[in-house]
């Protein structure tokens, strides 16, 4: 049975975690802030890392304001799980970072926000510095909105548990634009 470890929102955890249960997960640890917090979890452990963003008050001066915060604390908080928790992937383990931010999944004739736009850049930044920490060729990554369901994002982690054809990465977000889905792709790619 493939293992998983979900870290961020306090609010999303359970029910990302009733979700990769679902889907045939073992949870090792849920919510946790550090691996001291889970002292059971040993290196190469963990099939699947789900990292949520937590929870932080937006503020208030538009896409400009709204993207710097996202910088200054969010990305470095994620950044700073990454180290910690990494050393806990098992060889071939997939990576799911679920972010945060209006317009990531925005509805077809409307603009999508740039403030999510930016954000989705950031954290496929981080997807890619992930891959490339790893210089693992079985670690891949995924990244997915907070607005998908607790259900699907839990689907994707398992299907990236066995990848799909490349073809078929179309239909897993079908609302991305091109350059977008063709981002989220190269996110997948692992190094050889």
Same mark, same amino acid.
């Given at each position: ?77 994620? $950044? %700073?799980? +990454?180290?910690?928790?990494? #050393?806990?992937?098992?060889?071939? /383990?997939?990576?799911? !970072? *679920?972010?945060?931010? &209006?317009? $990531? %999944?925005? +509805?077809?004739?409307?603009? #999508?926000?740039?403030?999510?736009? /930016?954000?989705?850049? !950031? *954290?496929?930044?981080? &997807? ?65």
């Amino acid at each position: 049975m493939p293992t998983a470890l979900v870290t961020g929102s306090p609010d999303r955890v359970p029910e990302i975690t009733i979700a990769l249960k679902s889907a045939g997960f073992d949870i090792l640890a849920a919510g946790v802030e550090s691996p001291d917090d889970a002292p059971d979890l040993q290196e190469g452990a963990v099939d699947c890392y789900v990292q949520l963003p937590v929870d932080r008050p937006r503020s208030p001066g538009g896409p400009l304001r709204a993207t710097r915060d996202v910088i200054a604390h969010e990305l470095v908080d994620r $950044f %700073d799980r +990454a180290v910690q928790f990494l #050393p806990l992937l098992a060889p071939d /383990a997939v990576v799911v !970072l *679920v972010t945060g931010g &209006a317009g $990531f %999944d925005h +509805a077809p004739g409307r603009p #999508p926000d740039p403030g999510g736009m /930016a954000q989705r850049r !950031l *954290v496929e930044l981080l &997807a890619e510095v992930i891959l490339r920490d790893q210089g693992r060729a079985g670690v891949r990554t995924r990244v997915v909105s907070e607005e998908r369901a607790s259900e699907d994002i839990a689907a994707l982690a398992g299907a990236a548990q066995h990848p799909e054809p490349w073809w078929r990465y179309a239909d897993l977000d079908p609302d991305l634009g091109f350059a977008d889905w063709r981002a989220s792709v190269l996110c997948l790619a692992t190094r050889p």
